[in-house]
């Protein structure tokens, strides 16, 4: 009898650290997905005590802890457990955890803190038992997270700060020009495509992927730039107030293009007016000798008062800008249009789908055109420039037509990628969880999408989360009942696959998991 109540013990030590891992793990990984933001992490200590029933469950492990000595109650905890790892955890997140050295850093630390815990606890209170213990870090799991950030914070800041000194004094020394690029949407496709005109005349180098934070581009010119490069295009992303401000003193643009201002990130920037004012920083930091490009076309641009003397170039679809396009045609083949520039006309192909993709192109050609390059070659460049991954990108398999517009999204780019649809065959399918990060304007956005989404697709399948309802609720309103609500893409994607053929897939943005929650 004792070997067998030395066994459970055993087991419900291993059950125990098991769960401990496990949460440890995914709350590192929300964490992660808040972009390490303590401010966004509130949600998700919310979350893991009253989000849902089976959080709530994992409260219920202090009522056993003080009965842990007895071997049929460790039992009883470790089937407890067992049921918990279950259905907590039968599902792989939907983005995994990118181990970096910062991870690495936290993750020593809760291991640190952890063992400092469970010795303290165990000294000050007379638990019968090291599972006791155990299951005391688990109910604690998310406010040992939150410590370990707050330890690690100025840390944290020391080595973001030496990147960024770094990068500094690389950009001081090599004397590169540096071009920004800002916008509530279109920055990356803006860059690839500014890249593609300018890498003929002069040696360019473009920040990779998305990276357009502080710690993003840093990391980008201390580890990529070179002495060769002439040129250096930085996308510049912004979700909170001074992030633009911040770098353009670490780049210091002589030119800067402004692609877009919308309803993007409106969770933490509160207004309009704000993301104006954020974006716009960048062309109001260029010095008299640059030039700024921006988008006349949008109604807050348009009315900004400029405070630089900068060379303004205004770019849109009315006469009024200095470039201007018109004659746009739009096919699953791409876009055709002309360009009306300093008394010429450019007439235009590309591959690239979706209408918006034209202010894209505007604001790289008219700054292509400012530095010297000629006519012939921005044309063949804009003729052979090639979709971004999961931007509007086309694939097709088994007879199934993916338009992968997965990356994110926002009201218009949404609005664009169902007009692509639209040029597909039918039956056209709408895959997508909503728009996210629209603060108070989530609701009103997602629910007036519904009336474009009902006159476009033949079904919609829903990926559930709070903006998906919003659809949904939208979808209920116009009496459009050709949808069904799943949890998870992988879901979506098999429907899809097992109930239609030679269908139109569009797949419209992508969330992580702190969106579920």
Known sequence: METLKNIIEYIAIITSITLLVKISFQTITYYQQSHYHLSSYKKIIKHFYVGNIINTLILLIVVFIWFLNYWFIQTIYILYLIMILFFKYRQNSIITLKVTFRIYRIGSLILMINTIIATLILFWFELKELIASIGILIVLSPFILLVCSLIMTPIEMLISKS?????????????????GITGSYGKTSTKNILFSLLKR??????????????????KNINELLTSSHQMMIV????????????????????????????????????????????????????????????????PYIRNYS?????????????Q???????????????????????????????RL??????????????????????????????N?????????????????????????????????????????????????????????????????????????????????????????????DLQYNQYLVVEKFTDAIAHIYKNYQNATVLIENDISDIYKI
């Open 384 to 476: 052979n420039l090639d979709p971004v991954e999961n931007r509007l990108s086309i694939s097709v398999n088994n007879s199934i037509t993916l338009i992968n517009d997965a990356f994110n999204s926002n009201h218009q780019g949404f609005k664009n990628a169902l007009e692509v649809l639209n040029y597909f065959q039918s039956p056209k399918i709408l895959v997508t969880p909503g728009i996210v990060e629209a603060g108070e304007a989530e609701r009103k956005i997602n629910y007036d999408l519904a009336e474009v989404i009902a006159k476009t697709c033949d079904f919609v399948i829903l990926v559930r989360n709070k903006c998906s309802e919003f659809i949904k609720e939208g979808l209920n």
């Open 235 to 298: 996308e510049m992303g912004a979700t909170k107030t001074n992030d633009i401000q911040k770098l353009v003193k670490l780049t210091h643009p002589l030119y800067g293009i402004v692609t877009e201002v919308g309803p993007q990130h409106l969770e933490s920037f509160k207004s309009i007016e704000n993301i104006l004012d954020e974006k716009m920083k960048l062309i109001d930091s260029l010095p008299e000798n640059g030039i700024g490009i921006i988008n006349y076309h949008n």
């Open 306 to 318: 400029i405070k630089s003397n900068c060379k303004i170039i205004k770019i849109g679809f009315d």
């Open 353 to 382: 789908l979706g209408s918006h993709h034209v202010i894209n192109i505007l604001c790289s050609l008219a700054l292509a055109v400012e530095l010297g390059i000629d006519y012939k070659t921005i044309k063949y460049e804009v």
């Open 163 to 179: 990147f960024q000194l770094r990068a500094k004094k690389k950009l001081k020394n090599f004397k590169t020009t540096i071009i």
């Open 320 to 350: 009024d800008c200095d470039y201007y396009a018109y004659d746009i045609k739009g096919s699953s083949q791409g876009l055709e249009f002309k360009v009306n520039f300093k008394g010429e006309n450019l007439s235009l192909k590309t």
């Open 201 to 218: 005349k002069y040696i360019t180098f473009a920040t990779e992927k998305s990276y357009n934070t502080l710690n993003g581009v840093s």
